[in-house]
């Protein structure tokens, strides 16, 4: 593929989970703020047992017994939250895992229009007098809009559709086809050089034509590098 996040029906979580998003399932910030509390218990506790009772007075003494018969259950609550936290959180990643990812077939259809190649006109229908021409997209040299008729100019003659030059522009091939003025759009492979009028107008030289076709500034960085 080329690169493009993937339309709506493909969900992100069916996509494989890395190291660091289970990293970050398991020790979450609740998870963290368990061991800590269970750590500053530990410590705590044991400078409670530490306390020696002949330096306390009665209400510290009550307090100090207090705090020694709960140490161990307040240790023990803590402990099984943490212990049912990750047992959710270990559960939703195995079911997670175990969902297959969603199948394709109805995504790629919409994802191949756009890389496809698009098929641009090889030849013209024109009318020549009373007769009817076709004249291959590589024989011409410009098009010119004409009132309700395009021109089609070739190194040997002339001739006319009726299709304006807008419609034209996305049906041919941009990469040999470039609009120079509103009105006109030529055949980069029959352009000769480039040069510049008295006013520094930019005009083209053409392989196959006398006459030169004037550029209009909108379209001149085309040709910069000419």
Not at 13 to 36: D, E, G, I
Not at 166 to 191: C, H, Y
Request: charged share 20%.
């Amino acid at each position: 593929m080329d690169g493009r996040p993937l339309p709506a029906p493909v969900s992100l979580c069916a996509q494989p989970l890395s190291a660091r998003a289970v990293f970050a399932h398991v020790v979450n910030l609740r998870t963290v703020a368990a061991a800590f509390y269970f750590c500053l218990l530990v410590v705590a506790g044991r400078k409670l047992l530490d306390l020696q009772y002949e330096a306390l007075d009665e209400w510290a003494m009550s307090t100090l017994r207090f705090l020694r018969q709960n140490l161990i259950s307040g240790l023990v609550l803590l402990a099984t939250i943490a212990a049912a936290r990750l047992f959710t959180t270990v559960t939703r990643l195995k079911e997670r895992l175990g969902v297959p990812p969603p199948r394709l077939d109805a995504v790629l259809p919409s994802i191949a229009p756009a890389t496809a190649p698009k098929n641009y006109l090889r030849w013209i229908n024109a009318s020549v007098g009373q007769n009817l021409r076709l004249i291959t997209v590589d024989e011409i040299v410009y098009f010119q809009a004409d009132n309700k008729y395009t021109r089609v100019v070739t190194a040997d003659g002339e001739a006319l559709i009726r299709k304006p030059l807008k419609e034209l522009v996305d049906e041919l091939d941009p990469n040999w086809f470039w609009q120079i003025r509103r009105s006109t759009m030529v055949n980069v492979g029959a352009v000769a050089g480039v040069t510049r009028d008295f006013r520094g107008r930019m005009l083209l030289k053409l392989k196959d034509r006398s006459e030169m076709l004037q550029v209009s500034d909108s379209y001149t960085h085309l040709f910069r590098q000419m």
